[in-house]
């Protein structure tokens, strides 16, 4: 039998729900599984090894490089839980959900949220990670968010109720911002976004009349704007680049960064380049047409492997020097691996052969705005392995708030705002209307959230401990310090 392929003039138009019908699902939503029942973590009794769960992650990455991932990790209880997102997304398939879905980030953790600039040069906030990207509970988007914020206040010390003061601000910020969204114009969600300067100017008026926390906030977040300006292309010429004999190079800081001629033997490294410059001219058919004109007026000109983040460590990730009209006009584009998210056991396979391109799918889905150069392609490496990627900017105005520095009401306003970016991207791609109503009023959701961090974060710890006493036995190679 003759299988057909669904295209857009092949599937079966979207239903179109009266506002009152959307507002009767969240309140259905409601009786099937209680505000209140979102508070609730018991580990299951058959849970998963969670050193098993990374050590299956490894088996796909980089061999040499599973080692400083584990280093990473073991830094702090934060940044164990940052490379732990299989773990916790086994652990949220068993807990209680609305059965509303949306597009998720997956992995949206504090240090996941940030600064960058939007194609009009305006410097926005919002979600900036989406390798675990794909439709499923809303929930857990927050649930993980919220997790990370009692995680990264334990680590700083901070009290029991300042923690729990600033998980409740999750779900208190999520809730008001999705009442708020349900009551808008579909086109005015879509075009909202958190805009930076508006930020800063509430900030600002803050700490005119308030504590010296509120002042040192302000003047926090004003560096770091400033900061974030000047992380762009020709940054990261400076930073990572130097001219040898007469040529621009890539410096070489092993094992971080090594450029390919050092990684490989002259004809390996040959044929590298080849194959990142034919997924660089393949790549270009997926972004627009006026954009791939433009990088068509950049030349590829080295090429380095860089090792990335916590979680995506051993994953392989390249970094692309391109030159414009002359070799100090760059373009640094980072071309990282894409694999299955680690929520596609739990709610379904992707939508999308290409995980790459279910990253950039979900990307702009969920993001205000997205770089332009966001694409993706596959390359078959030299192993005959095809291998998903997906392109962007290295460097386009990018910041990041530094949860390692936080005071209480810092990391509370900071938490409160991510909420608020997972708001208005959840609000795109599902049923805001119904969401809202399901989250009614009263408190009982921005409590239920603050539990759930609070046993999370306990379980976070048991599991932090589990990884330290592998390293200790032996059981896995640990390279720390990098």
């Known amino acids: 039998m003759e299988t057909r392929v669904q295209t857009s003039s092949t599937r079966a138009a979207p239903k179109h729900l009266t506002v009152d019908e959307r507002v009767a699902i969240g309140k259905q939503a409601r009786t099937t599984t209680p505000r209140g029942a ?57 807990t209680p959900h609305s059965g509303l879905r ?24 919002d979600v900036n990670d989406f390798d675990e990207t794909l439709p499923g509970p809303w929930e857990w988007d927050l649930k993980r968010l919220a997790a990370s914020v009692v995680i990264a206040a334990r680590d700083r010390g901070f009290t029991a109720k300042e923690a729990r003061n600033a998980a409740f601000e999750v779900g208190s910020s999520y809730h008001r911002d999705m009442t708020r969204l349900a009551g808008m114009p579909t086109l005015d969600v879509w075009y909202s976004r958190i ?34 300006h000047t992380s762009d292309s020709l940054y990261a010429l400076g930073k990572l680049t130097e001219v040898t004999d007469g040529r621009r190079r890539i410096i070489s800081d092993p094992p971080l960064i090594v450029p390919i001629d050092e990684l490989l033997s002259e004809s390996e490294s040959g044929a590298l380049l080849g194959q990142v410059g034919q997924l660089l001219r393949n790549y270009r058919r997926s972004i627009q047409t006026d954009r791939r004109h433009l990088l068509e007026e950049f030349e590829l000109l080295e090429v380095a492997r860089k090792v990335v983040g916590v979680g ?131 408190l009982s959701f921005e409590q239920a959230i603050a539990e759930f961090a609070e046993a999370y974060a306990d379980q976070n710890g048991r599991d932090f401990e589990a990884l330290r006493q592998a390293a200790a036995s032996g059981r896995i190679a640990v390279e720390s310090g990098l």
Not at 55 to 64: D, G, I, L, M, Y
Not at 102 to 125: K, T, V, W, Y
Not at 205 to 215: I, P, R, S
Request: charged share 25%.
């Open 38 to 94: 979102q508070a609730q973590f018991r580990p299951a009794a058959d849970r998963p090894d969670p050193v098993s769960l990374l050590e299956r992650q490894a088996a796909t990455r980089v061999p040499e490089l599973v080692p400083i991932r584990y280093g990473r990790m073991l830094v702090s209880e934060f940044t164990f839980f940052r490379g732990a997102a299989l773990v916790m997304a086994s652990d949220l398939a068993s």
């Open 102 to 125: 949306a597009q998720i980030c997956g992995d949206a953790h504090l240090s996941n949220f940030g600064l960058f600039a939007s194609p009009e040069r305006d410097l926005m906030f």
């Open 195 to 228: 805009d930076v300067a508006g930020l800063l100017a509430d900030l600002r008026v803050t700490a005119t009349k308030g504590t010296k926390a509120d002042k040192r906030m302000a003047a926090q977040t004003t560096k770091l704007i400033a900061k974030a």
């Open 312 to 442: 995506s460590v051993g994953t392989r990730a390249w970094i692309l020097l391109l030159t414009g009209r002359d070799s100090d006009d760059p373009l640094f584009l980072q071309a990282k691996e894409a694999e299955a998210s680690v929520y596609e056991e739990f709610v379904g396979k992707s939508a999308y052969a290409n995980h790459g391109e279910r990253a950039v799918a979900g990307q702009h889905l969920m993001q205000a705005a997205s770089d332009i150069f966001l694409g993706w392609d596959q390359v078959t490496d030299a192993e005959g392995v095809k291998r998903d990627y997906y392109l962007r900017q290295l460097r386009d105005w990018k910041g990041s708030f530094d949860v390692s520095k936080a005071i209480p009401p810092g990391l509370t306003k900071y938490a409160g705002v991510c909420a608020q970016a997972l708001a208005r991207a959840h609000a795109r791609s599902g049923d805001r209307i119904a969401i809202a109503s399901y989250l009614g009023s009263g």
